[in-house]
C-alpha cells in the first residue's frame, strides 16, 4: 500500500533523497540499492491510476470543437 503524507499537494521542487524501507536509495544523482534488493508487486497493466483517464481526455478533446479532417477512400 503506497502512503504519500502530500497527496493532493502542489508543489514545485526537485527531489533531492529517496528513502525506501527505511533506506537512503537515492542521493546525490546517485541510485544506491544491491541488486536483489527490491520487491515485486505484480499489478495490472495502467492500474487504478489511469482509470477514468480516457473519458476525461475524450471530455476535454470534445470540449475543444475543433473540426474532424476525413480523407475520402476510393473503396
Known sequence: MDTNVYEGWV???KVEVTISRGKVVWEHDRLMIEQGSGKYISMPPFG???DG???IDSTYLSSL???VYREVSEI
Open 11 to 13: 508543489g514545485k521542487g
Open 48 to 50: 487504478y491510476l489511469f
Open 53 to 55: 483517464i480516457d473519458k
Open 65 to 67: 470543437k475543433a473540426p
